[in-house]
């Protein structure tokens, strides 16, 4: 079992709509989350982080968290085709002094005008 | 502020040759981590440097190494290439260690081929 799991894709949906991209990890310890998106032939960057059960909102991005489930998600309202990427989720995983980010392979979202 | 810098950004190696990437973090910043990233296995660990001392490893053999210098700048290593090591190899900085944050700055990246 892979560390963090996201499913791959692409996902596709029609601009205006409500993308889901989701993300499970396996280590029940981890206690930071977070998203990045990696437009094609650029370097990650991060877009969302989330610590806490529930959800956090930014703009038209919202993250949520459940870790009794050891689930995380993101959710873009309104879409665009400028959201069309790679997004990828990430956890900290390990003790306090040996934590490192542990990235899914991503999934890849297509926006369509 | 000026951002990550990765050098060479392409390089072409053969088989059992080295290869030394370089990454120059944003000013101020003591964590400098090392990610590879291919096709198939997506974007994976390799190692993080933090006030000159590696802090954790991912699951690389060997071949792969690393250090960082007194102002925080850092170098990876790797030894008898092998076509498999073909990839984009990101490095990321950021203010605390990879324990504590998971905000990095990544640079654009190095692109190894190894013919």
């Known amino acids: 079992q892979k560390e963090v799991e996201q499913n791959s894709g692409p996902l596709s949906v029609p601009e205006g709509a409500i993308a889901s991209l989701n993300c499970t990890y396996s280590?029940?310890?981890?206690?930071?989350f977070f998203w990045y998106r990696q437009y094609s032939g650029k370097s990650p960057e991060l877009i969302m982080f989330?610590?806490?059960?529930g959800d956090k909102e930014d703009g038209r991005f919202t993250a949520q968290l459940n870790k009794a489930s050891q689930y995380v998600s993101l959710l873009i309202r309104d879409s665009q085709p400028s959201d069309s990427a790679t997004y990828l989720c990430?956890?900290?995983?390990?003790?306090?002094?040996?934590?490192?980010?542990?990235f899914g392979q991503g999934t890849t979202l297509q926006v369509k005008p | 502020k000026a951002g990550v810098t990765q050098t060479p950004r392409y390089l072409i190696k053969t088989r059992g040759q080295q290869v030394t990437l370089s990454c120059s973090p944003i000013?101020?910043?003591?964590?400098v981590s090392w990610y590879q990233q291919t096709p198939g296995q997506g974007l994976q660990f390799l190692f993080e440097?933090?006030?000159?001392?590696?802090?954790n490893k991912g699951n690389f053999p060997g071949r792969f190494s690393g250090r960082q210098f007194s102002n925080s700048r850092s170098e990876m290593n790797v030894s008898t290439l092998e076509l498999g090591d073909s990839a984009l190899y990101l490095c990321?900085?950021?203010?605390?260690?990879?324990?504590?944050?998971?905000?990095?700055?990544f640079g654009e990246g190095s692109r190894l081929t190894v013919l």
């Open positions: 990321a900085s950021s203010l605390q260690a990879l324990a504590d944050t998971g905000e990095l700055f």
């Open positions: 280590d029940r310890g981890s206690q930071s």
């Open positions: 989330i610590y806490s059960n």
């Open positions: 990430a956890v900290i995983s390990g003790s306090s002094n040996t934590g490192k980010l542990i």
């Open positions: 000013s101020g910043h003591r964590s």
């Open positions: 440097y933090f006030s000159e001392t590696q802090r």
